[in-house]
């Protein structure tokens, strides 16, 4: 057995890792409940050798979640986390504590749910959104103002009156499970990793940097504490009583408590009603109210003393494997499939659940007939997470993953490094064939009405449709002998297979379905490789020497045009009118006023986006850079603009230039209304 010195060590390095799978990857291993006992574990242990305390260990830290590509701030006041629990005797004694630390005072308590999210820092200054900082590593966080400003329960510029001209408010950045089902669908559909749950789906979204993809994706937020130096009460309740009156979306379930009796019942309370709210919940909070009773009690080197997280046990439950089916998707990757004896969890009945590939299905050594636990937590994806083994059938054989393709009978191969096993008949194999019609046609690639799953099914099951070059062979009296079909709908398909024509390049290079190549990738080879026959000739490493686009995503390019059934489609596609280069530039607005000068944008703007102002400056012969250093010739300077970047600028001596003076610069007279 390990010495505890050494458990220490173990600990600490597991946690590490455990928090760059939960804030950096968003991609968690272990679940909350799990995550906590550890630290407890380590919390203990470090509390018995406190010759061992390092101020690197996780203990004393928050987890990050600082991604490349924002500008970062420090939080005013530091972003702590809060003590966990997972029983209301727990919760008690914390009560408990709280009395004794207060003297015997009379205190309140203010109970709300513990939305399950992404921690947000807004600050306001005159009573506008002026930044907006994530949680990051509790000390200084990224700053996502543009992102946040797209969320329309958000108010950018508050209403009533009574606030401060300056404060802080912090929250949850959520989707609701209506938004979350919609976009893991469109992933689904796109053989995209689909997100596991709510907050994942939320935290990722915040870190996209395109802000339109951020506005469609429907995010919301609860807000639940104020912070800054001139507040409208001396107490947490009524200053989130105000803040609702701003324009704050401050939940209805926060309750002001006036005893434990009062605390155990809304434990009890919203521990089931909680399953009817539109957003995805973990727990509750309990604050003490009097912000002098909080100051009184003070904080532990993690989290405050006056609050507490009463987390919510995931769902479980057992039921029986009634068999493993073994389904093909568009790149013909074999995906195991648990398909399970109804059972109900998180409101919802359960029939199925992805086992992903065989080494899951190994580790786990499922057998026929097995007693699966399966669990949903604040996941809406369900998830196999053991056997019950004592449930297990005398003489049960182990499942055995497939050798041969259940769709075609082809022999599978597994790429060497790949967890997956493979059909490698994509010409012929009806699931890819059908899957690959179905991604041709979607909403992010060509976008042509009246084709969906069973259509795509239909057209090639009749022989109309073996690849998506077929598609634009289509007549309206083919279409009419397909079974649902009348004149609407042909004219339908048809409308829409000619409006496909004018979707821009990089949008047919996506709907290709080439291996690794998804919308952005599609978009960063069509703007290095602006026609198809330049992209059809590329190499390797003149593929590998975009950015962001490496060798595994090179070799799959050139694999996938180096088979002449793939050119042959193309010229298909070419011939029918499909776009196949980018449109030329236009010399118009062209000059060199910028030429060799590299500047940094900074701020918010009144008469342009950022976007544009990028533009100008490549289209006038400057450079976009999204770091000062001593290079940089000077920065656009909005409003608001970040106070470390300011710094940074003022510190290596390079000038800010104002909007109207680089609108002048460009010789652009000021916009006016």
Known sequence: MDSPRQRILDLREQLNRHNHNYYVLNAPEISDREFDMLMKELEALEKEYPDMDDPYSPTHRVGSDLAEGFEQAAHIHPMLSLANTYSIDEVDEWFGRVRSGLGGEQFDVVGEMKYDGTSISLIYEHGRLVRAVTRGDGEKGDVV???????????????????????????????????????????????????????????????????????????????????????????????????????????EIMTLLHSLEEVDSFINRWAEERRELPVATDGLVFKVNSLRQQLNLGFTAKSPRWAIAYKFPAERACTKLRYVSFEVGRMGIITPVANLKPVLLSGTVVKRASLHNEDIVRQLDIHEGDMLYVEKGGEIIPKITGVDENGRQPGAKPIEFVSHCPACGSRLIRVEGEASWQCPNKFGCPPQIAGRVEHFVGRKMMNIDGIGEETAQQLFA?????????????????????????????????????????????????????????????????????????????????????????????????????????????????????????????????????????????????????????????????????????????????????????????????????EDEFLALMGEAEPTE
């Open 462 to 658: 009749t022989g109309l449709v073996k690849n998506i070059a077929d598609l634009y062979d289509l007549t309206r009296d083919q279409l009419l002998t397909l079974d649902g079909f009348g004149p609407r709908s042909a004219e339908r398909v048809l409308d829409g297979l000619e409006a496909s024509k004018q979707m821009p390049f990089d949008r047919v290079i996506y709907a290709l379905s080439i291996p690794f190549v998804g919308d952005t990738v599609a978009k960063k080879v069509a703007k290095a490789f602006p026609d198809i026959d330049r992209l059809m000739a590329a190499s390797a490493a003149e593929l590998a020497a975009v950015k962001d686009i490496g060798p595994r995503i090179a070799e799959s390019i050139v694999e996938y045009f180096a088979n002449p059934l793939n050119r042959s489609i193309v010229e298909r596609l070419r011939q029918a009118g499909l776009q196949m280069s980018l449109p030329e530039e236009s010399d118009e607005g062209r000059s060199d006023r910028l030429a060799g000068k590299t500047i940094v944008i900074s701020g918010v703007f009144q008469h342009h986006s950022r976007d544009e102002y990028k533009e100008m400056i490549e289209r006038a012969g400057g450079k976009n850079a999204s770091s000062i250093s001593k290079k940089t010739d000077f920065v656009l300077a909005g409003d608001n603009m970040g106070p470390s970047k300011r710094e940074k600028a003022n510190s290596l001596g390079v000038p800010l230039m104002s």
């Open 145 to 251: 103002t543009d992102n946040i400003r797209t969320i329309r329960s958000i108010p950018l510029q508050l209403q009533g009156s009574g606030w401060p001209d300056m404060f802080e408010i912090r929250g949850e950045i959520l989707m609701p499970w209506k938004e979350f089902e919609r976009l893991n669908k469109e992933r689904e559909f796109n053989e995209e990793p689909l997100f596991a749950n709510p907050r994942n789906a939320a935290s990722g979204t915040l870190k996209t940097l395109d802000s339109r993809e951020v506005a469609r994706r429907g995010l919301d937020a609860y807000f639940y504490y104020l912070l800054g130096p001139e507040l409208p009460a001396n107490n947490h309740y009524d200053n989130m009583m105000a803040a609702r009156s701003w324009g704050f979306k401050v939940s």
